[in-house]
């Protein structure tokens, strides 16, 4: 997923974009506020049934792009007026959408479906979001929370309005998981070579590491961070692979000044994976 507006911007060709952004993008405005009013307008065109002209016009190849928001959003967090950070995550026809069978998945392109895999779970919305939306932009905290909150979302998954996730550096990882019983943290790669252990064994593959990680693993496994991930993948079956780049995890900052280590992305679950693989074996052929 594109997370840098200066990276959409060079990835976009802007004389392919509906009049209204291309107005936008050359606008005197800042980046900052440009990157805001072009996803407000993504919206209100997606609302219109009017095409963007983003659509098929990323040559990277991404299904989705990521648009953080200048302005804050007003919002009530366990019952005090408060502002979130939040942005706009946007779905993209890729090259790969070329090799995708949308009539087999409800006329969806691979970047709504991942919307979609976010937007519409219930169960997960409810139990793993660092914020349970109530309506009417009314939130409660959650402590086991994984992924950043669901402000709104397109009824047809082109767009979701989510709390936003600012980049983590790998010490930063280590520093935000350090505890009583692991005061020098995690390092990322020990927490993703843990989940993945624990997706496998789930599942009945076999484990390629030697013995001599298993009682490394089996300790890291215990981390509270860990666990609140393990309790959703064990819950969902949901593959953990985009963990492992690190710029798809994050950190959402609550506003009472609490930082926590999030998954910026989770849309890839086994139905997407299964759409991902199909299209590229279309591809290839």
Do not use: C
């Not at 792009?65 to 502002?83: C, E, F, I, R, W």
Request: no cysteine.
């Amino acid at each position: 997923m594109i997370s840098n507006f200066k990276e959409f911007l060079n990835n976009v060709i802007v004389e392919n974009l509906h009049p209204e952004l291309q107005n936008i993008i050359a606008s005197p405005a800042s980046n900052v506020s440009k990157q805001t009013l072009i996803s407000k307008k993504i919206k209100d065109l997606t609302n219109r049934n009017e095409p963007t002209g983003i659509e098929g016009n990323m040559p990277k190849g991404s299904s989705r792009a990521y648009l953080k928001h200048s302005d804050l959003h007003p919002a009530v967090v366990d019952g005090h007026p408060t502002n979130l950070k939040t942005g706009t995550k946007v779905a993209i026809r890729a090259d790969l959408d070329k090799y995708h069978n949308k009539e087999e998945h409800n006329d969806m392109s691979l970047g709504a479906m991942q919307n979609d895999a976010e937007n519409n779970d219930y169960f997960v919305n409810s139990n793993y979001r660092t914020l349970i939306n109530h309506g009417n932009d009314h939130f409660s905290s959650n402590e086991n929370g994984i992924f950043p909150p669901l402000i709104s979302h397109h009824d047809n998954n082109e767009w979701s309005h989510v709390g936003h996730a600012r980049d983590i550096s790998r010490k930063e990882f280590k520093d935000l998981t350090k505890t009583e019983d692991f005061p020098k943290g995690i390092s990322h790669n020990e927490f993703y070579e843990t989940l993945n252990r624990f997706h496998d064994r789930n599942n009945g593959k076999y484990w390629p590491k030697p013995a001599k990680y298993e009682a490394e693993y089996d300790k890291i496994e215990q981390h509270p961070l860990v666990q609140k991930f393990i309790d959703y993948h064990g819950s969902t079956g949901n593959p953990p692979h985009d963990y492992m780049q690190l710029k798809n995890m994050g950190v959402w900052e609550h506003p009472n000044g609490s930082k926590h280590i999030v998954a910026r992305d989770h849309g890839f679950s086994s139905d997407v994976q299964k759409a991902y693989t199909m299209a590229r074996r279309n591809q290839y052929k």
